[in-house]
């Protein structure tokens, strides 16, 4: 937890409230959030009012997610009464917490992820072979569609190197649009070209993002574009797409795709890897 040691949390112990360092908080502590307060543990929340959290480190949402007393789910990452460590209270504030639940959770560091909320891509599979993310591929085009981050629009942002321009949306969206930009350089007027008509955002019960396009290549049907958990996607393909050719996506290509699922897995670099 070396890189909070610079924040302070504060706590209601045995009736007096005191700021300590978040490595001290114990069981039975309650402990007050306010609006811009990184989540010092992880909580039960007793009392709220307006409260939403920003878990896209977690699950990926883009959106802030509501935050309230009630159970709701059997998922922890889904139930509306918890949060966790290293997420950030959004909107207004939280009067106070209660139950404060042993944290054995060992956080670990990915490239800037949890500290500054960045993610690059690194690696991808394409045409049944992991390559370093340096060339222009098919992919762009669903990459760019499928996506809902957006770079900051004014003078100053768009005169910065593309890695250093400052963005709209969560940190794997945000690395996606980056790597688009430098193959396809303008996403958004390709974007403007292929119109959105309507999208399911991604969230921690549905586990995919999917967007309906019109398209300017004289074809009139639509076009839609999913992406999301590997087991999500999986199940809803039939066919796989390798060397400029549609083929059945059959048992041999699933047990491709697992190959190099688990190589991507063992990079040394933490960084996004797109599959």
């Known amino acids: 937890m070396e890189s909070f040691k610079y924040l302070q949390a504060c706590v209601v112990r045995h009736g007096e409230s005191r700021n300590i360092n978040p490595n001290k908080i114990v069981v039975g502590d309650i402990v007050e959030i306010h609006r811009g307060n990184r989540i010092p543990a992880d909580i039960r929340i007793i009392r709220a009012h307006g409260l939403k959290v920003d878990n ?3 699950t990926g949402e883009s959106e802030p997610q ?24 959004v909107e207004k504030n939280l009067e106070a917490i209660e139950t404060v639940g042993s944290t054995t959770v060992i956080c670990a560091d990915k490239t800037g ?11 991808m599979w394409f045409d049944n072979h992991i390559i370093d993310c340096d060339i222009d591929n098919a992919l ?3 990459a760019s569609l499928c996506n809902t981050a957006t770079f900051k629009d004014n003078p100053s942002n ?3 190197p593309i890695i250093q321009r400052e963005c709209e949306g969560d940190a794997s969206e945000i690395a996606i ?10 996403v958004s007027h390709y974007r403007s070209k292929n119109a959105k008509i309507c999208e399911v955002q991604f969230s921690s019960s549905n586990r995919y993002q999917l967007s309906i396009h019109s398209t300017y290549d004289q ?9 999301g958990a590997s087991k999500t996607i999986l199940k809803n393909c039939a066919t796989i797409y390798v060397d400029g050719c549609e083929i059945e996506f059959n048992k041999f290509w699933k047990r491709q795709y697992e190959a190099a699922f688990n190589e991507l897995s063992k ?7 797109f599959i």
């Open 56 to 58: 896209s480190s977690l």
């Open 66 to 89: 509501a935050r309230r007393i009630e159970y709701t789910s059997d998922d922890i990452l889904e139930t509306r009464n918890l949060t966790f460590f290293g997420t950030f209270a």
């Open 113 to 123: 992820t949890l500290t500054q909320n960045q993610m690059s891509v690194a690696h």
């Open 140 to 142: 762009a085009r669903y």
């Open 158 to 160: 768009r005169s910065r």
């Open 177 to 186: 649009l980056k790597y688009m930009e430098a193959i396809i350089s303008n």
């Open 219 to 227: 074809d009139e049907r639509y076009l839609l574009v999913m992406k």
């Open 267 to 273: 990079k040394k670099k933490k960084k996004l890897n």
